[in-house]
């Protein structure tokens, strides 16, 4: 039996308990639409689509990590990895850009750059990485409307860019668990300064199957694997000793 085979009955596992487990949040609750025949779609409102998505990892660097105090840091090294992953096997571009990894910060994570083999991280100096040319540049150049962002740090290395690229007409989304903060105040500064400007949040599993949108796909197994659903994992694992393999 070949990889993809084995992986099938996985991804209907997991499948099934990531709807259980409800994991995909949004930053703000929305009301209900008035009834006109020319409204526009609100953003909130759209799905992200595999097809129309780029996925944007900003200054998940060494040095940075070291800082992390909102999320184990391990946790924030799964995540940003298995997102990208996740990613790469769906086909979603994805830009990686670093602040100066020459200087204090350090380079990116290797965990990160073995897993995107082929993507080069853009250098930059500006804080906000929607300010470098070569990383607008990059996206623009993908012809992509749906921008899915990570960073460190959540209220400046996500946050920024975030709202750059909305106000340019790029529907933005953040994902808080692959993004990560030095304290609890920042991480709240974050969230609400997004909230307010109606970017949705998203975690790293939930924005990964809303753009897999069918478990019958033939890279689901591929994409669930990638994930790396650590409770999902265990059952599935369970699930294949029950079934003798």
Request: glycine share 6%; hydrophobic share 45%; net charge neutral.
């Amino acid at each position: 039996m070949n990889r993809s085979s084995s992986l099938k009955p996985l991804a209907a596992t997991f499948a099934m308990l990531f709807a259980l487990s409800g994991s995909v949040t949004t930053s703000t609750a929305m009301a209900a639409p008035s009834v006109s025949a020319t409204r526009t779609v609100d953003n909130n409102l759209r799905t992200l689509s595999r097809n129309d998505t780029v996925l944007l990892l900003v200054d998940h660097q060494i040095g940075l990590l070291t800082g992390i105090r909102d999320m184990p840091v391990a946790d924030l090294k799964h995540n940003v990895v298995a997102l990208a992953k996740a990613a790469r096997a769906m086909g979603v571009p994805v830009i990686v850009t670093a602040t100066m990894p020459d200087g204090m910060w350090g380079p990116t994570i290797p965990e990160l750059t073995d897993a995107l083999p082929g993507v080069t991280v853009i250098s930059r100096t500006s804080i906000n990485a929607w300010d470098d040319p070569n990383v607008v540049a990059a996206i623009k150049k993908t012809g992509r409307k749906q921008l899915l962002i990570a960073g460190t740090s959540l209220e400046v290395c996500a946050t920024l860019p975030a709202l750059s690229a909305k106000a340019e007409g790029y529907d933005t989304r953040v994902v808080l668990d692959a993004s990560g903060t030095f304290n609890e105040a920042k991480r709240t500064a974050g969230i609400e300064r997004l909230a307010r400007a109606d970017i949705p949040l998203t975690d790293y599993a939930g924005a990964a199957v809303e753009m897999l949108k069918d478990n019958a796909d033939p890279q689901a197994g591929a994409v669930y694997g990638a994930l790396d659903i650590p409770f999902a994992t265990l059952v599935g694992q369970l699930e294949a000793a029950k079934r003798g393999k």
